[in-house]
DNA sequence: TGAGCCTTGGGACAAATGTCCTTTTTAGTA
DNA sequence: TACTAAAAAGGACATTTGTCCCAAGGCTCA
């Protein structure tokens, strides 16, 4: 749940440290907003964001939880678009920045660079599409147990709402579901 | 909802129509399997299929319903993985083919080509994002009443089980919904 | 200290969705 | 034409989820 892309950070911190900028940012700041131009790509050095959309109905749906090489705003790069996502330093947080002039040159001129850019793309639709896929085929209950499965400090680390916004249901319910599975959970411990 | 992408086609149409291969189909062929190798990618020219994913509990859920210009196979080549969906026509098919390998090559040859594979990327992670963020904050009847709006004629093209699957809820669902819109649409009309 | 705010937890009821089953309609074919 | 299979439609009931509320605990800051 929790997206990591420990190539290409290897790969700019060992060939391209001197290209990108550096920047830092404190847990809760906004790096990129909704519906803003995008000047840069930002790559996460260390540190957790949120990314995620709010929609016309004043709710917020989380897309992924970006950790350590993961990139942001190069989408809006490739589409020529305003941002169609919001990015929150959910821990204090350390990103590599390149301007989108300065990227177009690095696709061309590093054929290495444009197929991480690639791989990190299909990556992503990869990604996107299990994960859809399985929320939109099960009980939210199964979705849940999966995260919490590869997971298991899963609230140490992210809230309950912003966990309900990933998952698409309200806070209300998502504490039901915990509800029934910390009773299952009791159950399986009694029973072996 | 039926995506399309005629700048790709056009371009290898006009100057690449001899690298690739042409193949033809019948409506309910599947063109790839989930879970298989794949080894080629395929545009198509004309013609409509699905993308589904079948999930372990028995159920499809649909990525996409493509059309002329989209792409697919390409995702397993860049993360060198088997397929994650199935691709079956929905009506007859014509598409371009081309080896792996030889996709390779012209990725590394060819910029503008690999400008525009890199935009067909970067649009479906979009639209991917914007999907299922609409899907995950509003109420199945908007989601639906948005399709039927872009296309009206929708249920003449795709089966009321398809799109179920595509929404991710039952076909006893659907129909309910559907049942409910058909009374809005009639007081709407009385009354305006 | 205490006011205000955020997070968490949950009761009660309404609304949406799933499950199971039956009937009707449609399309294709012997 | 008659048969068959698939698609479409919907009744009845169980389950899940949303909405609206309230309350406890922890935190910051004046």
């Given at each position: 749940m929790i997206r990591e892309n420990k190539n290409?950070?290897?790969?700019?911190?060992q060939n391209l440290s001197e290209v990108f900028i550096t920047k830092e940012f404190?847990?809760?700041?906004?790096i990129l907003s909704q519906n803003k131009?995008?000047?840069h790509i930002s790559i996460i050095?260390?540190?957790l964001v949120?990314?995620?959309?709010?929609?016309?109905?004043?709710?917020?749906?989380?897309?992924?939880?970006?950790?350590?090489?993961?990139?942001?705003?190069?989408?809006?790069?490739?589409?020529?678009?305003v941002s169609f996502c919001s990015i929150e330093a959910l821990q204090e947080l350390h990103i590599y920045q390149l301007p989108h002039k300065d990227f177009a040159n690095l696709l061309n001129s590093d054929p290495q660079f444009n197929q991480l850019i690639m791989n990190s793309l299909a990556q992503k639709i990869s990604y996107k599409a299990q994960r859809?896929?399985?929320?939109?085929?099960?009980?939210?209950?199964?979705?849940?147990m999966k995260i919490l499965n590869e997971t298991p400090d899963l609230f140490n680390i992210i809230s309950k709402q912003d966990m309900?916004?990933?998952?698409?249901?309200?806070?209300r319910s998502l504490n039901r579901i915990l509800l029934q599975l910390s009773g299952k959970e009791g159950l399986t411990n009694e029973e072996g």
């Open positions: 290409i950070l290897k790969y700019i911190s404190n847990k809760g700041e906004i131009n995008v000047n050095q260390s540190g949120k990314c995620y959309r709010s929609e016309a109905n004043g709710k917020d749906f989380i897309q992924e939880f970006f950790g350590a090489g993961e990139i942001f705003g190069e989408i809006e790069f490739f589409t020529h678009t859809h896929a399985f929320q939109g085929s099960h009980a939210t209950e199964n979705s849940l309900a916004n990933y998952l698409g249901i309200t806070l």
